[in-house]
């Protein structure tokens, strides 16, 4: 295993590189669109509960790989070329704001009505009470399960290896392929995932203690 990360460590570094890369803009849009469309789940028009429902039934019950897959193949083949990173980082965007959406949606229902009854009655609009009343609320409820998504999100993220993604998994595959050191070589990558997650995993347990005090 150490032979395989001192002789390939350009290698894993580049894919170490593209794996934070595609999570970090996976994670910022996704919960930009989730939390957009939580709050259309929860609005008052029913034409835009209906889209943002069947936005997240859609998706939430897809295989990720078919989400990246249109956009790898079907994409180019009949509107515009795009490559493996790219349609992989959109793929992945869209399949996990369907799980945030839902998981912030149930932050807002979590609320109690009065909070947005209590920013209505002293003036503001039902956006401006969202925004400012509503949704800072539901995100500390929140943010346990968000936390999980964005893990998820970076394991997820190996499925750009099957589209030529350049990202750890797809570097792996390489040089077991050359090496034909399987087992070192996968236990290597997933200790690399490791050096990625479990740090998310403690900052969001760190974020949770301090909104804890603060409440």
Same mark, same amino acid.
């Given at each position: ?11 894993? +570094? ?5 794996? #934070? %890369?595609?999570?970090? /803009?996976?994670? $910022?849009?996704?919960?930009?669109? &989730? ?34 897959? +249109? ?5 180019? #083949? %009949?509107?515009?070329? /795009?490559?493996? $990173?790219?349609?992989?980082?959109? &793929? ?124």
């Amino acid at each position: 295993m150490i032979t395989i990360f001192t002789n390939y460590s350009d290698i894993l +570094f580049e894919g170490f590189k593209y794996t #934070l %890369y595609s999570s970090f /803009i996976a994670l $910022f849009l996704s919960l930009i669109v &989730g939390t957009l469309f939580a709050i259309c789940q929860v609005s008052q028009k029913k034409i835009l509960r209906g889209i943002a429902t069947a936005y997240v039934e859609f998706f939430r019950n897809i295989p990720l790989l078919i989400v990246v897959m +249109f956009f790898y193949v079907v994409v180019p #083949l %009949y509107w515009f070329q /795009i490559d493996g $990173f790219t349609a992989g980082t959109i &793929g992945l965007t869209i399949y996990t704001s369907a799980f945030i959406a839902e998981t912030v949606r149930a932050g807002i229902i979590s609320v109690p009505k009065g909070q947005m009854e209590a920013g209505l009655s002293t003036g503001f609009t039902y956006n401006q009470a969202m925004r400012y009343i509503v949704l800072p609320q539901a995100f500390k409820i929140v943010i346990p399960p968000l936390g999980n998504q964005f893990i998820n999100l970076v394991k997820n993220s190996s499925v750009l290896a099957m589209v030529a993604g350049l990202d750890l998994m797809y570097q792996g595959d390489l040089i077991a392929s050359e090496t034909f050191n399987t087992f070192d070589t996968y236990i290597l990558i997933g200790l690399i995932y490791l050096v990625i997650t479990l740090p998310l995993t403690y900052l969001m347990a760190y974020i949770e203690r301090r909104l804890e005090i603060k409440a």
